[in-house]
Protein backbone atom coordinates (compact mmCIF):
# COMPACT_ATOMS: atom_id res chain seq x y z
CA UNK A 1 0.00 0.00 0.00
CA UNK A 2 0.95 3.56 -0.07
CA UNK A 3 0.92 5.86 2.74
CA UNK A 4 -0.12 9.83 3.43
CA UNK A 5 3.44 10.35 2.67
CA UNK A 6 3.71 8.64 -0.82
CA UNK A 7 5.66 5.60 0.65
CA UNK A 8 5.35 2.09 0.25
CA UNK A 9 4.80 0.24 2.72
CA UNK A 10 4.26 -3.43 3.07
CA UNK A 11 1.26 -4.65 5.54
CA UNK A 12 -0.58 -7.39 6.53
CA UNK A 13 -3.97 -8.33 5.37
CA UNK A 14 -6.63 -10.48 6.13
CA UNK A 15 -8.56 -11.79 2.99
CA UNK A 16 -12.25 -12.09 3.49
CA UNK A 17 -13.09 -13.88 -0.21
CA UNK A 18 -10.90 -14.50 -3.51
CA UNK A 19 -12.45 -14.07 -6.33
CA UNK A 20 -10.67 -14.79 -9.97
CA UNK A 21 -8.54 -11.67 -10.17
CA UNK A 22 -10.10 -9.97 -7.11
CA UNK A 23 -9.41 -9.88 -3.17
CA UNK A 24 -12.18 -9.22 -0.56
CA UNK A 25 -10.13 -7.77 1.98
CA UNK A 26 -11.81 -7.99 5.83
CA UNK A 27 -9.43 -6.16 7.75
CA UNK A 28 -5.62 -4.66 7.54
CA UNK A 29 -6.39 -1.57 5.29
CA UNK A 30 -8.46 1.72 5.90
CA UNK A 31 -10.94 3.56 3.54
CA UNK A 32 -8.07 6.15 2.75
CA UNK A 33 -5.38 3.71 2.28
CA UNK A 34 -4.04 3.35 -1.64
CA UNK A 35 -3.08 -0.04 -2.90
CA UNK A 36 -0.50 -0.26 -5.85
CA UNK A 37 -2.50 -2.37 -8.57
CA UNK A 38 0.86 -2.47 -11.32
CA UNK A 39 4.26 -2.14 -10.72
CA UNK A 40 4.43 -4.08 -7.62
CA UNK A 41 7.55 -5.76 -8.95
CA UNK A 42 9.47 -2.02 -9.37
CA UNK A 43 9.16 -0.92 -5.63
CA UNK A 44 10.24 -1.90 -2.15
CA UNK A 45 8.99 -1.47 1.57
CA UNK A 46 9.73 2.33 2.11
CA UNK A 47 10.02 3.73 -1.61
CA UNK A 48 8.81 7.11 -2.40
CA UNK A 49 6.36 7.01 -4.99
CA UNK A 50 4.02 9.11 -7.03
CA UNK A 51 1.17 6.96 -7.27
CA UNK A 52 -1.46 7.69 -10.03
CA UNK A 53 -4.87 7.31 -8.85
CA UNK A 54 -7.09 4.60 -11.15
CA UNK A 55 -10.83 4.70 -9.98
CA UNK A 56 -12.29 1.13 -9.33
CA UNK A 57 -14.55 1.47 -12.21
CA UNK A 58 -10.91 1.31 -14.99
CA UNK A 59 -9.94 -1.55 -12.39
CA UNK A 60 -12.62 -3.70 -13.40
CA UNK A 61 -12.75 -3.25 -17.05
CA UNK A 62 -8.95 -4.03 -17.37
CA UNK A 63 -9.65 -7.19 -15.44
CA UNK A 64 -12.53 -7.77 -17.98
CA UNK A 65 -10.80 -7.68 -20.64
CA UNK A 66 -7.92 -10.13 -19.56
Known amino acids: MVDAQ ?5 RDVKILHRLPQL ?13 IYEGIQNVNDGDKIKPELMPMRKI ?3 LGKQ
Open 60 to 62: MTQ
Open 6 to 10: NAVSV
Open 23 to 35: YVIESGLSVCDKI
